[in-house]
């Protein structure tokens, strides 16, 4: 049993009679892992192929899970891993660089996504999925204001969210900004163009212009009563409230889609959209999201070898014909741009906007900290929103607090042992 959940064992054409020693164990986490198994019966793999096996995990225990199974040395041939846990993974030593021999995989990817994935001279982790979050709007509310979507610069975004306002509704706000989420905050900072670490993510760069204006920003919607000053806790329900009209507009990623078409009356699914996010100047940015697939060191592949079995199955799973029967079994938004048009992606107009900001989207910092770094500065930019700072002084609190989570990284650094 892994983490409460029975392993789906898949014997694949050609790996029938393989020892066990001689298999392949993927472990893998939500819907992806119940969907693994029929894509890999799909595949078309060589014979003699080793077997493979698929053993799910629950998002919320997997993180643990892969630190332990690196401490006690059980890790699998292949993970599935979320983009933000690479750094981490491969500061410990439990992932294999990816072989040149398959970097041909990241050609027809979103740079951004690939950029996610690089750690110095190396490249860590296939993509397999990508996410990134966007705005979901009313379309009713904004053509109300005289707008078919919502502008792409701040000033003028800023002057039609009051526009939508003053239309009245449920509500006396236009945007919820939750502010026990740091997603909002980082999206309006990586538009800014704030670098957010420096010195080789050994300290803050929370002080400087582009960071101030974005904090000065965001602080301006909850002053000017154009966002509730409110945790996503107090949301009781997003849906209803989205369709009351509390709001017009809310940040999140394509998994919202499908729960939007769900869970919306029938007479409010024509009401709603997709736009990419704002910025200072036009189209603003996004932390790209998603999976990636790794191969643990420790395994046969280790060594770097593109021929490997492991890695030979990662490119099988990232062929277009894979990619596109991978969207079709999971929903997830394909890694590789081609497949997007295959999938009828790019023709659906609340898909194409994700396909918008994957390609203006910016690479966070790849430090393993930097989790604990962003909930560090929502937490100073909530006491912000609150009266308790000022944004000068938000901004030197984020840089004093993410200084401290990063001291270990700057003594590795000294000693040329950080990657």
């Given amino acids: 049993m892994i983490g409460g959940i029975a392993a789906l064992p898949l014997a694949l054409a050609g790996g029938c009679g393989a020892r066990a020693d001689q298999g392949i164990t993927i472990w893998a986490m939500g819907n992806e892992a119940a969907s693994l198994p029929r894509l890999l019966a799909d595949l078309n793999r060589p014979a003699g192929a080793p077997a493979v096996t698929v053993q799910p995990l629950p998002w919320s225990a997997a993180h643990e899970k892969l630190l332990t199974g690196f401490a006690g040395g059980s890790l699998p041939r292949i993970g599935q891993v979320g983009n933000s846990w690479i750094a981490e993974l491969a500061a410990i030593g439990a992932i294999a660089p990816v072989p040149s021999a398959v970097h041909g995989l990241l050609t027809d990817q979103f740079p951004a996504v690939v950029e996610t994935n690089r750690i110095g001279a190396a490249v860590w982790a296939i993509p397999w999925y990508v996410d990134t979050r966007l705005q979901f709007y ?212 609340v898909f194409a906007s994700f396909a918008t900001q994957l390609e203006h989207a910016t690479a966070v910092p790849k430090v393993p900290e930097w989790e604990r770094i962003v909930t560090e500065m929502q937490i100073v930019a909530e006491r912000m929103v609150r009266g308790q700072f000022t944004v000068a002084q938000a901004g030197r609190e984020i840089d004093r607090r993410a200084d401290r989570l990063l001291e270990k990284r700057r003594w590795m650094l000294e000693r040329g042992q950080a990657i």
């Fill in 138 to 349: 009313r379309t009713d509310l904004f053509a109300r204001a005289g707008h078919a979507a919502p502008p792409l610069e701040w000033d003028a975004w800023k002057r039609a969210l009051h526009r939508v306002k003053a239309l009245g509704g449920a509500g006396d706000f236009a945007v919820l900004l939750p502010v026990n989420e740091f997603e909002q905050l980082l999206t309006i900072a990586l538009s800014a163009g704030a670098r957010l670490l420096r010195d080789d993510g050994a300290r803050g760069a929370f002080s400087e212009p582009e960071f101030l204006a974005a904090l000065a920003f965001y602080k301006s919607l909850f002053d000017e009563r154009l966002a509730p000053v409110a945790s996503a806790t107090q949301i009781s329900n997003l849906w209803n409230e989205f369709a009351r009209g509390t709001f017009a507009i809310f940040t999140s990623g394509p998994w919202t889609v499908g729960d939007l078409r769900a869970r919306l009356p029938a007479e409010m699914q024509g009401r709603w959209g997709t736009a990419p996010n704002p910025g200072p100047r036009g189209i603003g940015s996004a932390a790209p999201g998603g999976s990636s697939l790794v191969v643990f060191r420790g395994s046969h592949a280790a060594a770097g070898d593109g021929d490997d079995p492991s890695w030979d199955l990662i490119s099988r799973l990232l062929s277009p014909r894979a990619q596109l029967r991978f969207q079709q079994l999971t929903g997830d938004l394909p890694a590789r741009r081609s497949v997007w048009t295959q999938a009828g992606l790019a023709r659906d107009p």
